[in-house]
């Protein structure tokens, strides 16, 4: 389930809803994972709302229960019941970011950027972009990664580096395609697009 800042504990654990002439009861995603024992992957966790965080609380400690304040209900979750959740460490740092006391209830699994020679065979196996190219489009983006100085929110992802290697493909000039898949997604501020557009062209 992808998380946004509309996402509520109602979208995860249920809601009444009218059918016909009657108001019945709709299990959301994470009541049907906790009595069935799915696993339920939440996505960008930290941009949920609050009351997100509050519900599943009780389920990743000890206690391992959902209540359903709804229902007046509290149920205990199927063994094979298990929360995967992830978000970007540092994403907008200190406006969104997830509390220790959630983070402590998890196992935790940190993933970097991958090798420079993984990253090259992905851009080659998802779009047919040739090895130099490919090579170049991860050099530019480990370049981003290392300008700590120009304060980007966010950085160069592989998907980025794909959309670049795509539109290559299709036809489109190397630069171009790096600026428009690479640089402009990352930015608005003029002097920081020049900049990362400067650094760029050395690469392609």
Excluded at 127 to 155: F, P, Q
Excluded at 165 to 188: F, H, M, N, Q
């Amino acid at each position: 389930m992808s998380c946004h800042e509309e996402t509520s504990s109602t979208d995860l654990i249920g809601r009444y809803i009218i059918k016909g002439s009657e108001t019945v009861w709709i299990d959301g995603p994470l009541t049907t994972a906790v009595k069935k024992g799915y696993i339920l992957y939440l996505d960008e966790v930290a941009e949920a709302r609050p009351d997100v965080v509050v519900a599943i609380h009780s389920l990743t400690d000890h206690r391992r229960e959902l209540y359903i304040d709804k229902l007046g209900e509290t149920i205990k979750a199927h063994n094979d019941f298990m929360l995967i959740a992830s978000f970007n460490p540092g994403y907008q740092k200190g406006f969104k970011e997830l509390k220790p006391s959630t983070r402590q209830r998890f196992v935790a699994l940190s993933f970097n950027y991958p090798d420079p020679k993984v990253e090259t065979e992905i851009l080659m196996n998802e779009t047919g972009v040739d090895e130099d190219t490919a090579k170049k489009l991860v050099n530019i983006g480990n370049k981003i990664r290392n300008l700590k100085e120009l304060g980007l929110t966010e950085t160069a992802s592989t998907r980025l580096l794909v959309d670049a290697a795509k539109l290559i493909c299709s036809g489109l000039p190397k630069r171009l395609a790096v600026k428009v898949a690479v640089v402009e997604p990352l930015t608005d501020e003029e002097e920081v697009l020049l900049a990362l557009a400067d650094a760029c062209n050395l690469l392609i």
